[in-house]
């Protein structure tokens, strides 16, 4: 079934490409592309199957004892990956979720400490209650018109109002938001 060249080609597909000599383009390219080579194919002929790609018993067993990298992974990493089961992916896990909840409880807590007090009131300006004349009686007429600035001794306060049509309990003109600066 096979031809006297050395290679053992697998019993899987059109037989005229099992029997292709060793030195056509299209057996080189084959023997490239899965990569056959003498030492594989001995070792295919001895039938030992299950160690695959490895050259012997010998050689599978040496890698599962050391942890050289195999492929750019530790040969036992790579076990467990696969399987799902070992300890480092369990690991891994593990320490990823720990550290979600770490952080998902650092940003909760910045939040929480990070929201600003609505609704504080400066010198009798209460937002939501005092009016414009409220304000303008307490602190004077504006700087600006168009901006809404008022000028102390010591500070700038810029008042929103609120404009237009405004909910139920708001009056146009309600100061919104009093921010200052000294």
Same mark, same amino acid.
């Given at each position: ?79 467990? +990956?696969? @399987?799902? &089961? !070992?300890? $480092? ?11 979600? /909840? ?32 409220? +304000?303008? @009686?307490? &602190? !004077?007429? $504006? ?11 010591? /500070? ?27």
């Amino acid at each position: 079934m096979y031809s006297n060249n050395e290679y053992q080609w697998p019993k899987i597909g059109d037989p005229a490409f099992r029997d292709l000599p060793a030195d056509s383009w299209i057996g080189k390219w084959i023997r490239r592309i899965f990569a056959y080579e003498e030492k594989s194919a001995n070792f295919m002929k001895k039938g030992d199957y299950e160690v695959w790609p490895f050259r012997s018993r010998e050689e599978y067993e040496e890698a599962l004892k050391n942890p050289l990298l195999l492929n750019g992974t530790d040969s036992r990493l790579a076990t467990s +990956i696969r @399987s799902c &089961v !070992g300890e $480092p992916l369990k690991r891994t896990v593990g320490c990823f979720f720990e550290s979600m /909840e770490k952080l998902l409880l650092s940003i909760l807590i910045l939040v929480f400490l990070g929201s600003s007090v609505s609704a504080r009131g400066w010198r009798g300006i209460i937002p939501l209650h005092s009016t414009r004349a409220d +304000i303008e @009686s307490l &602190v !004077g007429k $504006p700087s600006s018109e168009r901006n809404d600035i008022y000028h102390t001794d010591k /500070e700038f306060v810029r008042v929103d109002y609120a404009k237009g049509r405004c909910e139920v309990g708001r009056v146009a003109g309600t100061c919104l938001l009093t921010p200052f600066s000294p």
